[in-house]
């Protein structure tokens, strides 16, 4: 699969790469060299990793609602706003809610004048022990009903519990909600930001908890973020077919804000390769079937490209790994290369007004 995989890629690479050179020196004659440009074969230690899109967010999203139901006097803030730790962020109407608690209050005082009368009446022997026990039940569920109450009223209001952000405001003053139905999405920025991405299949099993990942943002060019690998989806998502992966990254200053979409590269561990590797651009390949492909390599002597087979590895970025048939330094040819033949007189060019074609 990898063999195939690599073989596709290298096609795209290759159309792409053809689609941007000079165009078929049919023109020409034979004698003429062809403007091309070359780049030395470079000698790297390659680290292989997997390459991901994914979405910034919060590591934890709080879905905050009211403990009761009733109707909403204010709603303070609005999506986006930055609250801190016990701020109050809703309220609701506390006539229904005061009532609860009156009514509560008023059935343990009830209940306590009841059973002190039957204490009063037991010592008279008037009442009898059984009436007792039964008022003491009463009381006791009396004032479990006040607790109740009192609880329920603490919580007709919504307080920040942490540091965060205001994701999402789901309902607006005045409108009537139910117990337990969100009315906010609170971002807890004290628990950090974690980045989501997909992994194909292949990827998903050769990434490891605690893998290093180096995370960048178009919000912000030429800055990476250290990140690790903290969750790996054990199942795939039933529309995408991917495996769901969680990368911490800390912002170390940056103003980070909930979808700004990142691009990550995961180190795998044990990955790195103790001996260097050569490496070529992508663009220097003329034709590749899995790992069989084709460079033209410049012949400075001669003055002329010699057409060269060698058997390449994995695409690091925009560049692939040869994995025999090259050697460090050699010049083989980027622009230009798709039109040459094995022999071929070549001009090396090297300004964007020397462009091939």
Not at 140 to 155: G, I, K, S, T
Not at 168 to 178: G, H, N, P, T
Not at 203 to 221: C, E, I
């Amino acid at each position: 699969m990898r063999s195939l995989a690599l073989g596709v890629s290298l096609g795209a690479a290759l159309l792409l790469a053809a689609c941007g050179d000079a165009p078929a020196p049919e023109s020409a004659p034979k004698s003429e060299a062809a403007p091309v440009r070359t780049v030395p074969a470079e000698s790297a230690r390659v680290t292989d990793a997997v390459r991901a899109v994914g979405v910034l967010a919060p590591r934890d999203e709080l879905r905050l609602s009211f403990k009761v139901g009733g109707v909403i006097e204010t709603m303070a803030v609005e999506a986006g706003d930055s609250v801190k730790a016990g701020q109050t962020l809703a309220v609701l109407k506390r006539a229904e809610v005061d009532a609860v608690v009156s009514q509560a209050t008023e059935g343990v005082e009830k209940a306590r004048r009841d059973l002190e009368r039957a204490r009063q009446l037991r010592a008279d022997e008037v009442a009898t022990q059984e009436q007792v026990e039964d008022l003491t039940t009463a009381y006791n569920v009396a004032r479990a009903n006040l607790q109740a109450a009192q609880f329920n009223a603490r919580f007709a209001r919504i307080e920040a519990p942490s540091d965060g952000v205001v994701l999402q405001r789901l309902a607006r003053a005045s409108e009537l909600v139910q117990g337990g139905q969100p009315v906010l999405v609170l971002g807890s920025t004290d628990s950090g930001w974690i980045v989501r991405a997909g992994l194909a299949d292949r990827d998903a099993v050769r990434v490891n908890l605690g893998d290093a990942a180096v995370v960048s943002f178009d919000a912000f060019p030429g800055r990476p973020f250290e990140g690790r690998v903290t969750r790996i989806g054990s199942s795939a998502d039933p529309y995408t077919g991917t495996f769901e992966v969680e990368i911490d990254v800390a912002p170390g200053g940056a103003r980070f804000a909930r979808g700004l979409v990142a691009k990550v590269e995961i180190a795998l561990q044990g990955a790195a390769n103790d001996s260097a590797q050569t490496l070529v651009p992508v663009a220097a390949l003329v034709e590749a079937n899995g790992p069989a492909a084709t460079v033209y390599v410049l012949d400075a002597a001669e003055g002329v490209a010699r057409r060269r087979q060698v058997t390449v590895g994995p695409i690091v970025g925009e560049r692939v790994v040869i994995i025999a048939g090259l050697e460090p330094g050699e010049q083989v040819v980027t622009d230009g290369a798709a039109w040459l033949t094995d022999g071929r007189a070549v001009r090396v060019v090297g300004g964007p007004a020397d462009a091939p074609g």
